[in-house]
């Protein structure tokens, strides 16, 4: 049987460092008041002896976990099937780690569990929560806000009202939706359709809205709603072969609703970008890169704005954590630009 070998103790880090056992406890948790030259010798001793601070008694001075909760409002299988959470999970994921904090996976599987990631989160396990793909009918927001936990949205709350202290990390959907359907029409393509993302989703609603913005007076049998699936995506494009056979260009929501858009389109013999050019919403590599013909979309930066929703949870955290003085207000929400991609689609 291996015997075990003792923790270095806060004291064998006081002792080999020379200080007292309170200036090692201060600059573990990162208190200001220690000189340079004993902080130094405390994190020299902390490496040598590989102390790693509990950290249920740091939580005690700190009153942080270092912990965050990450809460998709989607489906396992949706979540692992779909790489736009998976580059969004990465962006966040590299900001935690960066400040040394932990990301708490929490999804849903259906309302029953809303209940269980509302106690979880009012139970004081995690520092603060990010929040994406809600829906608008989503009860979630309004139990985190009971919950007390600081929060920030991936995506615009389509419920917020312009409610004070909500943050959120967002993309220009509806800008980036323009630029797709301009670039059709100045293709020279006059029946555009547009195949739509779940509209219980504020992304898709502003893509839709965008869509609209340029095609003022489109006829509404181009526009079949979607969810963001490559399923849909081909279900969506044989109702709209079969509502309008003489169409000649789509817009679909998403890459993956492209893909199912383009599958289609190539068993009804259409050429693309022939017969019928194809833009979608996203620029999933390597999904973009290789479809049959490679897709030209809308780019947004998803790991970026993963990153960005921890970047400004974090400094939420610190503002609340700082001297009165120093705490003023909330940070502010962020909507990054979208560019339009060519390739042979369109």
């Not at 056992?21 to 573990?28: D, F, G, H, N």
Request: proline share 6%; glycine share 10%; charged share 25%.
């Amino acid at each position: 049987m291996t015997e075990t070998v003792p923790r270095p103790t806060l004291e064998a880090v006081a002792a080999r460092a020379g200080v007292s056992r309170a200036t090692v406890s201060r600059v573990v948790n990162g208190a200001d008041g220690v000189r340079e030259p004993l902080a130094e010798r405390v994190r020299r001793a902390v490496e040598e002896l590989g102390y790693v601070p509990n950290q249920a008694a740091r939580s005690l001075v700190t009153k942080r976990h270092d912990a965050v909760a990450v809460v998709v409002a989607e489906p396992e299988t949706r979540v692992f099937a779909d790489p736009f959470f998976a580059r969004q999970l990465r962006g966040i994921s590299k900001e935690l780690t960066a400040h040394d904090n932990q990301l708490v996976l929490l999804l849903t599987e259906g309302r029953d569990d809303h209940a269980r990631v509302a106690r979880y989160l009012a139970g004081g396990h995690v520092d603060g929560a990010l929040v994406f793909s809600l829906h608008l009918d989503d009860p979630l927001p309004e139990l985190i806000q009971r919950a007390g936990v600081p929060t920030v949205f991936g995506g615009r709350p389509g419920w917020s009202g312009g409610r004070d202290g909500v943050v959120y990390v967002d993309s220009d959907n509806r800008g980036g939706a323009r630029d797709a359907v301009r670039h059709l029409l100045g293709l020279g393509r006059g029946r555009i359709a547009h195949i739509t993302g779940a509209l219980d989703q504020t992304s898709a609603v502003d893509r839709l809205d965008g869509f609209r913005d340029v095609m003022v007076d489109a006829d509404p049998r181009l526009v079949v709603e979607g969810d963001f699936t490559p399923a849909a995506g081909e279900r969506a494009m044989r109702e709209l072969l079969g509502r309008c056979p003489d169409l000649d260009a789509v817009f679909a929501a998403n890459d993956l609703t492209a893909v199912g858009a383009l599958r289609v389109l190539r068993e009804h013999g259409r050429r693309v970008p022939d017969d019928v050019a194809v833009v979608g919403f996203d620029d999933m590599l390597p999904i973009a890169e290789q479809t049959d013909p490679p897709l030209t979309t809308v780019r947004q930066d998803i790991e970026e704005m993963g990153r960005l929703m921890a970047r400004l949870l974090l400094r939420g955290l610190d503002r609340t954590a700082a001297a009165p003085e120093n705490v003023g207000g909330t940070p502010s929400s962020v909507i990054l630009p979208t560019t339009l991609v060519r390739r042979a689609s369109a």
